[in-house]
């Protein structure tokens, strides 16, 4: 399964991320051998174990809620923060990161769902926090990552795909800086569609290390 998503991403230029959660380093180390660079987790006690057993060049994305005590445990070495929700969020990666004088790539999340239980901005407050984003030196904003609702109907799916799109186009002109280029969008169940709407992330654990015990 894994070598049929590659391929299929591959032609269309989007990049996929294993999201490992729950797997064990070994799993990983497996992935990583047949070429897999980048995983994502969604627990900082076990990205930590993790990044600490694994090769130092895998790139690690961490794609949970990230609560802001723990920002700092993660910081020197994170590829890419996928779910920054809050402008006290995003502060406070800018502060640590400026602690050790790094800039740190992060992702605004949006809140495309309706489900209640989905962290995110609301775009129109994005656009109103402009300002006070801007001046955070130690971010860089990259891009947006959004999750759909958890449903079956296609046509909800691919809406709120369509509309993190559109705010995504939207910002990109507002912003006008080339390094902002990524939509992460998609997991197992919906990632075909969200390739159809832009992602160049795409977020897929399920269908390549199979079912999670504990799903989440
Ligand atoms: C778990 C998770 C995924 C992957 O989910 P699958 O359905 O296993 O592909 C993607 N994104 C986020 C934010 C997740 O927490």
């Not at 895998?58 to 700092?72: A, D, P, S, T, Y």
């Not at 795909?161 to 995504?168: G, P």
């Not at 912003?175 to 992602?199: C, P, R, W």
Request: charged fraction near 25%; charge should be positive.
């Amino acid at each position: 399964m894994y070598q049929t998503i590659l391929n299929k991403l591959k032609k269309e230029g989007v990049k996929l991320l294993a999201v490992s959660k729950t797997q064990s380093a070994s799993t990983i180390h497996h992935f990583y051998q047949k070429g897999q660079g980048s995983f994502g987790e969604n627990k900082v006690q076990e990205l930590l174990h993790k990044h600490e057993e694994l090769p130092k060049d895998i790139e690690w994305h961490f794609i949970g809620h990230l609560q802001r005590n723990k920002v700092k445990h993660i910081v020197s070495f994170i590829h890419l923060i996928h779910a920054v929700d809050s402008l006290r969020l995003a502060q406070k990666i800018d502060h640590e990161a400026k602690k050790i004088n790094k800039v740190v790539d992060i992702l605004i999340q949006i809140r495309i769902s309706s489900e209640i239980s989905k962290f995110g901005w609301i775009y129109d407050d994005v656009c109103l926090q402009y300002e006070e984003l801007l001046k955070l030196k130690n971010i860089r904003i990259v891009g947006f990552m959004g999750m759909a609702t958890n449903t079956i109907e296609k046509g909800t799916i691919r809406n709120e795909f369509n509309q993190i799109n559109k705010s995504f186009k939207d910002f990109q002109k507002r912003l006008n800086k080339s390094y902002f280029k990524e939509l992460s969008i998609g997991m197992s169940s919906d990632y075909q569609l969200a390739v159809k709407e832009g992602a160049t992330i795409v977020r897929i654990g399920s269908l390549i290390f199979g079912k999670r015990e504990n799903q989440e």
